[in-house]
């Protein structure tokens, strides 16, 4: 049985009781733990970057040679937030509403709640960090409508919202790295979780310069790396969005649901008619340089390289 550990009390209520009442460690404690958090795109770095600002010891971890490098990077429409600043409606519950609803209600509602709840913030504390949103002419930060909801809540950065998000996650990382509160180590690949008494207290990470396999150890460690969509046949996610790091947990014991709940972008159908004219021209450049299959004339096998 799953076992998901949400706090008990009403949906409004459930996180912001628990964060009330919750034990909190000691701020001279703090540096005597030491957490690992495996990948620093926008959850990790965020994640590396406050839990550093808090006064842990924290490792940090990443394949690529830069945490500027992780798939976030390529998300491009915006981020949602109950600003209500289009005074169309919105409000937490909807953006709640919405969220679960766009996840065929299989969500967990209680942290789709707290989601929604501290949306605003969020962009609060991107805009804190440099992230550079649109904004209206008058300066005031710009909205528009995004995945078919009927309100303007997105909050977007042209069509590069990811990578601007990133540089400010990695800018705020990069500042704890600076003082010594975080140790980053890139090209580094998590290889193993290690367990102890059913916790997990550690990682075998590999050194991707040297080939050399390492031990860490941390009271706590944090997986954040990243979606999967590459274990699917047609994906437009890069090479390393490949589901190793899950696995690893899965094998150890973690439960896994909903596999087949991952992102999917048009770019990655293969065109099949005159219909689907707008995938033709996003695919075309994919079509040129063979990395998807098209069907050209009657019995052509190629198939998909990517
Ligand atoms: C094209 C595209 C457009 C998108 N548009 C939007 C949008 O408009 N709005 C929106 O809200 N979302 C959007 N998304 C989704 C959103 O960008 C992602 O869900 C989010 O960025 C994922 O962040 P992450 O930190 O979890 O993962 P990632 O950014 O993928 O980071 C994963 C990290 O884990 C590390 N890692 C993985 N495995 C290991 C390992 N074994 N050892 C060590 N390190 C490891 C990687 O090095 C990396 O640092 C989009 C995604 C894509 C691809």
Redo the contacts with the bound molecule.
């Keep these: 049985m799953l076992e998901s550990k949400i706090p008990a009390g009403t949906l409004e209520h459930k996180w912001t009781d628990y964060k009330g009442h919750c034990k909190l460690v000691n701020p001279a404690n703090k540096r005597k733990l030491e957490i690992i958090v495996?990948?620093?795109?926008?959850?990790?770095?965020s994640a590396a970057a406050s839990l550093g600002e808090l006064g842990y010891k924290v490792k940090a971890?990443?394949?690529?040679d830069s945490?500027r490098r992780?798939?976030?990077?390529?998300?491009?429409?915006?981020?949602?937030a109950a600003k209500n600043y289009q005074n169309d409606g919105d409000s937490t519950f909807r953006l709640f509403y919405d969220t679960v609803k766009g996840g065929d209600y299989r969500s967990r509602e209680a942290n789709v709640y707290r989601l929604a709840e501290v949306s605003s913030n969020i962009i609060d504390q991107c805009v804190a960090q440099g992230v550079p949103f649109a904004r209206e002419y008058g300066g005031v930060l710009s909205n528009r409508s995004?995945g078919g909801v009927q309100v303007q809540r997105t909050f977007y950065a042209a069509g590069q919202?990811?990578q601007q998000l990133l540089i400010g996650a990695y800018q705020a990382l990069e500042r704890q790295v600076a003082l010594g509160n975080v140790k980053m180590y890139t090209r580094?690949?998590?290889?193993e979780i290690v367990i102890i008494d059913g916790k997990a207290r550690g990682i075998i990470?590999r050194d991707l310069i040297s080939g050399k396999l390492e031990r860490h150890f941390g009271h706590a460690v944090l997986l954040?790396?990243?979606?999967y969509g590459n274990v699917f046949y047609l994906s437009?996610?890069a090479m390393?969005?490949n589901v190793?790091?899950a696995w690893k947990a899965h094998k150890n014991g973690a439960l896994f649901g909903n596999p087949c709940f991952t992102?999917i972008?048009p770019t990655c159908i293969p065109v099949t008619g005159d219909h689907q004219s707008k995938l033709t021209l996003m695919s075309e450049s994919l079509r040129n340089d063979g990395r998807i299959w098209v069907p050209k004339q009657k019995g052509d096998t190629r198939k998909a390289s990517q």
């Design positions: 495996v990948g620093t795109g926008l959850a990790g770095a971890f990443c394949f690529q945490p992780a798939h976030s990077i390529a998300a491009q429409g915006g981020i949602n995004f919202t990811g580094h690949e998590m290889q990470a954040c790396s990243g979606g437009t996610n390393g969005s190793t790091a992102q972008h």
